[in-house]
């Protein structure tokens, strides 16, 4: 059984930075895609950043500001977030497959 366990987000001013984290126990295969969604109050989740051995993907919202990576080696995976904005406000999640975490709030105050 997978479960997923998210760390780090916060509160941070326009233009800063933040990181999460995303711890997995169980079975993972690294050829299956893990990473970030998010949703915000009142929107739909839409993808963050996802990535596998073969392939990674942002949303067109974050491109050239968040950089998504993994250890596959310790099953986590990480988001790194740059230039942040208020927009990004939301609740992050972390996926693997159909699992997904309990979600962590990432707050950009302007």
């Known amino acids: 059984q997978v479960q997923l366990v998210e760390s780090g987000g916060g509160l941070v001013q326009a233009g800063g930075s933040l990181s999460l984290s995303c711890a997995a126990t169980?079975?993972?295969?690294?050829?299956?895609?893990m990473g970030w969604y998010r949703q915000a109050p009142g929107k739909q989740r839409e993808l963050v950043a996802v990535t596998s051995r073969t392939r990674t993907n942002y949303g067109e919202s974050v491109k050239g500001r968040f950089t998504v990576s993994r250890d596959y080696a310790k099953n986590m995976v990480y988001l790194q977030m740059n230039s942040l904005k208020p927009e990004d406000t939301a609740v992050y999640y972390c996926?693997?497959?159909?699992?997904w975490g309990q979600g962590i709030q990432v707050t950009v105050s302007s």
């Open positions: 169980g079975y993972i295969f690294g050829g299956v895609a």
């Open positions: 996926n693997y497959n159909l699992k």
